[in-house]
């Protein structure tokens, strides 16, 4: 009779265990169905984007051009134009806003071509190349003509956004024109030009097309300036 009963009782256990094994299995499929539908309707709710695209990196260049090139006059010399330098904040590819009075902020989905040094040297080159008063541009001095050196500094290249609703491309540079005749070199003037010009609206596009106005601007009154020292140099 006992051992009646302990087979019973072994079977009854067995059956236990067993369903017992039955109902964690069915709380593990329950909890992992729950998590499902729990991404689902997180992803579809726009919670989750797991194809989240980020904005595509834009590069710019600041083509200029003058409106005709001149023949040079009698009068022109030659220029000597050395690499353009810029503070390192300045020399990143990188856009850069002024969003307050001490506070910049960079832009890596807009950027310049080239670093803004390269790119304004090159602009420079082109410019006085078609000016009337310069014969033509060197990268360096050759022979023992007289040649008028010029060096540059980028002092300001930024989208000005202090005011949203008038925002503005700043640009300045430093210009300096050095008389080499031989072995003298005399520095005839130093002078920074700053222009800002006004843009419609906050756009990469609006910026360059400001800067492009803003540079041209200052390379009009730098050769205005040039134009004097050449004169004064031939008479």
């Known amino acids: 009779m006992n051992n009646k009963n302990d087979s019973n009782f072994m079977v009854i256990l067995s059956a236990a265990k067993n369903l017992g094994l039955e109902i964690l299995r069915l709380r593990l499929r329950m909890t992992l169905v729950l998590g499902a539908l729990s991404v689902c309707v997180l992803i579809s709710s726009g919670c989750v984007n797991l194809k989240k695209k980020f904005p595509d990196i834009k590069t710019y260049d600041l083509d200029i051009e003058r409106t005709e090139k001149e023949s040079p006059a009698s009068t022109a010399v030659i220029v000597q134009l050395n690499p353009f330098s810029a503070a390192t904040e300045l020399n990143r590819r990188f856009f850069v806003y002024r969003t307050g009075d001490n506070h910049y902020e960079e832009d ?88 800002t010009v006004s843009m419609e609206r906050i756009s990469a596009a609006g910026l360059v097309e400001g800067w492009k106005a803003a540079l041209e601007q200052v390379l009009t009154e730098f050769e205005h300036d040039f134009e004097s020292v050449v004169n004064a140099q031939t008479k």
């Open 108 to 195: 890596f989905y807009n950027q310049t071509f080239t670093p803004p040094a390269d790119m304004v040297t090159e602009n420079v080159n082109s410019w006085l190349s078609a000016s009337p008063h310069v014969r033509y541009v060197l990268d360096e001095a050759l022979g023992e003509d007289t040649v008028f050196m010029i060096d540059g500094k980028i002092l300001e290249l930024y989208g000005d956004y202090r005011d949203e609703k008038s925002p503005k491309a700043q640009v300045a540079l430093q210009l300096t024109v050095r008389e080499v005749a031989g072995k003298k070199t005399s520095t005839r003037f130093q002078k920074t030009y700053s222009q």
